[in-house]
Each structure stands twice: as C-alpha cells, then as structure tokens.
C-alpha cells in the first residue's frame, strides 16, 4: 500500500484493519528496538511493542492527522515499555549462548563480539531510563531533538542533554573496549 501515514491512520480509524496493519509494518522494527532500549529483556520489550500498537489502536480518535505519525506512536511504544518495567516483577533467568556458525567469524572474534555486546547492553542498562530513550531514539532510530522531545514530553534542551550525558557515560564504560579494538587493528 503507498499510502501516507496520516491518510492511513484516518483509515485505520474509520475500521480498515488494512490499514492499520499497514502502519503496524511500516513500525513494528522500530517499535521493537524503542521498546528494548527502555527495557533490558528482548521478549519484554517486544511485550511492550505489541502492547503499544494494541493501545494506538484503541487510541486512533487521539491522533492529529496533520502531525506525523512516528513520533505519536513512538511516545505510546516508549510509555508502553516504561509501564512494563514498573509492573515486571524480577525474573532470575540465563541467557543460552548462540552457537557459532561455520563459515562466519571465528570464535575469538565472535567471543569478543558478544562480550562488547554484553557490554553495550550492561552500559546502556546502567543509563536513567530517560538518557537511554532519548539517545536510542537520536542515535539508532534517527529522530530529531525536536521529535525526541514530543516523543518524551520533555523540552528539547532536556533531550540535547540526555543525549549529550548518555553518550559520555557510554563512552566512558566502554573505553576499555576502544583500547582493545586499536589493538586488535594494529
């Protein structure tokens, strides 16, 4: 369908399933990562995605058509995943290891590959829920301060800065990790 957004949200509001189903690819990726930037488990986060789209859904009539859509449903995906989090009760659970694939890196490439990703993840778990919205959010998803800013309900100075601070303290962690690639190029 070559539909815009805001033309299918009127359909979706007027009861074309088509439609909606049509936004819901358009996002759902994006949904997802927002979603488990917020939280720390995939399955939850993709929980809270499938939650968000349920809400926007029943929420449509609160839609302005002349504003764009992503912005809209990316502050109901990120009010989503925050409910998720306050309500989840702690679960003890082990990750299981991805077993290597012949034919891809080796395994000492991919052993580091996994432990800067586990790092990564610990890093951005260690962010205030905020910093790590709104830098996933600018960096990953390619939003704009200002769209940021509408997403979280936040002014844009707020985002500029929680940018800013989340980028430092992720740089700062993982420093050890830039040493450790200059070394492995070198």
Known sequence: MNVNESALATMAKAGDVDAFGELV????????RVARAVLSDPDDGDDAAQDAFLSALKHLNRYDPSRPFGPWLM????????DRRRRRKVRAAEE??????????????????RAF???FRAALQGLPERQ???????????????????ILEIPQGTVRSDVFHARRRLRGTLQTWRHHWKEEVV
Do not use: C, K, W
């Open 96 to 113: 299981l290891s991805d077993t290597t694939a012949g034919g891809g890196p080796g395994p000492d490439i991919e052993t580091d590959r």
């Open 75 to 82: 502050r109901i995906v990120a009010n989503a995943a925050a």
């Open 25 to 32: 690819e358009r996002y759902a990726a994006q949904a997802r």
């Open 117 to 119: 990703m586990a790092a």
């Open 132 to 150: 790590r919205a709104a830098v996933t959010l600018f960096d990953v998803e390619g939003y704009s301060h200002a769209e940021i800013a509408e």
